[in-house]
């Protein structure tokens, strides 16, 4: 065999070869690539930079229904309201779990809780017409900080307060109802930072979204 033919033949092997490698690479690309089996990838469902995206498919639950979602069951959700949304906060039941710091947030409506900078239960509730301009900033800005920490899993939309429209009031404040979802509906919500933190003296201090546990 000539010299010319042992070349050719060992150039024909070389490209078999880098034939192999290149699809072999792009099997790895494309798998690499594909969707989750939910139909999105894994970096997608938590959003831009990790923060959760609220669902939109919520469950109506009542101020009645959200008190046994206070912690002292381990095996439910730790849920509190605030101002109609219900965000699951089981991740700090350290803080708002029973002996916490703020366990007198959870289960409840704590939307004044929030508005006052109070951690006392008789200031609890979602009436606010009473509140000044300082107070209603103060709990947009909760209201946010916990749309984008804790995930939302329901919404109260019975009547609360003598100037509230329930559900059509809910429905303007840019909630999703389902339409097979009652008020009274008996079903469990879905089984969540910034997070008020006591003062060093032992008391408790202002919450503020600038302060994370």
């Not at 916490?100 to 006392?120: C, I, P, V």
Request: aromatic content about 6%; overall charge neutral; charged content about 25%.
């Amino acid at each position: 065999m000539s010299s010319v033919t042992l070349q050719l033949a060992r150039l024909a092997k070389l490209g078999l070869l880098l034939v192999t490698f290149l699809l072999a690479v792009s099997s790895v690309v494309v798998a690499t690539a594909s969707p989750s089996p939910d139909g999105a990838s894994a970096s997608s469902s938590s959003g831009e930079g990790g923060k959760r995206k609220p669902s939109r498919q919520l469950r109506v639950i009542t101020v009645e229904q959200l008190r046994k979602f206070d912690g002292t069951n381990t095996s439910l959700p730790l849920l509190i309201a605030l101002d109609r949304r219900v965000y699951d906060v089981s991740t700090k039941r350290d803080v708002y779990g029973p002996g916490g710091g703020y366990e007198t947030f959870s289960g409840r409506d704590s939307t004044r809780n929030f508005a006052l900078y109070s951690t006392e239960a008789k200031n609890d509730g979602s009436c606010i017409d009473d509140l000044g301009e300082k107070e209603i900033k103060m709990l947009a800005e909760w209201r946010r900080w916990f749309d984008e920490h804790y995930p939302l899993v329901g919404v109260i939309t019975e009547k609360l307060c003598e100037n509230d429209d329930s559900a059509e009031d809910t429905a303007r404040r840019g909630f999703a109802i389902p339409s097979n979802q009652k008020s009274n509906d008996q079903q469990q919500p879905l089984s969540a930072g910034q997070d008020p933190a006591p003062s060093s003296s032992g008391s408790r201090g202002r919450p503020s979204p600038s302060t994370e546990l």
